[in-house]
């Protein structure tokens, strides 16, 4: 329902209700005064939910189809909402592509860095399995992000810049810095410590990419529980070093 304000003749009219074609009131104010600030948060939280899933639906078609086969309109439709509402909203694709990344990017940013907060004081192998399973849980949640990147990295694309800038240099950098102090403690495998990076990213994000492959020749749901945690468990065996006592 929209509400817009009607003539001049009285602040007291009451609300003129009409059937739309589909069987709803849509109902329109005539002078209706301005909102006590109590009932304000309810229109605030629709638009909330509707942008909550525009972004939902927005995830699935750019991990689906890429930037260049997704439409702001199959987006809306997907979303269950007018074309014109996600214009409203995101002003168009090009938007809405960085606030659908920014909005996962920033879910899983927010909570490594409460495993990693919690971790603090802790050696950098605590540290750094926390952020192992939070990663591996993000992949297997979000997995459209990974489809997402590597569509963007493939093509070497401005958007691919702009994610490197706002996200995945400060994430590698602390991961990165993590492995190195894991090194250091003696905890972690001596190698390149940016190429162990990447290889917790394969390891904990490709399978969930290719999750219908994966069960093909596996037989297994990637997505199961057991399958998380021997995800998580395999990535501790190719990272860290047993160490004796």
Avoid at 87 to 112: C, P, R
């Amino acid at each position: 329902m929209r509400e817009s304000p009607g003539g001049a003749k009285s602040a007291r009219k009451s609300p003129i209700q009409k059937k739309s074609g589909r069987g709803r009131v849509a109902v329109r104010l005539v002078d209706t005064p301005k909102r006590p600030a109590e009932q304000r948060p309810r229109n605030n939280k629709r638009g909330e939910d509707v942008r909550e899933r525009v972004l939902e639906a927005a995830l699935e078609c750019f991990g689906t189809f890429g930037f260049e086969g997704t439409s702001t309109r199959a987006v809306a439709d997907r979303a269950g909402v007018t074309h014109t509402l996600v214009l409203y909203h995101f002003q168009s694709k090009d938007q809405l592509w960085i606030a659908t990344v920014q909005n996962a990017l920033n879910l899983y940013g927010a909570e490594m860095r409460a495993h990693l907060e919690e971790s603090e004081g802790q050696s950098a192998r605590g540290a750094l399995s926390a952020f192992i399973e939070t990663f591996v849980r993000m992949s297997a949640r979000r997995p459209q992000i990974h489809r997402i990147l590597t569509m963007e990295s493939n093509q070497g694309t401005k958007r691919l810049e702009w994610v490197i800038e706002h996200f995945i240099r400060e994430h590698f950098t602390t991961v990165r810095d993590l492995i190195r102090r894991g090194q250091a403690e003696g905890t972690v495998r001596q190698c390149d410590p940016a190429r162990l990076y990447y290889h917790i990213l394969g390891a904990g994000g490709t399978p969930f990419t290719i999750a219908m492959e994966y069960k093909a020749m596996t037989g297994r749901d990637i997505f199961s529980e057991a399958e998380i945690l021997r995800t998580i468990a395999f990535i501790h065996d190719l990272v860290f070093i047993e160490t004796a006592g």
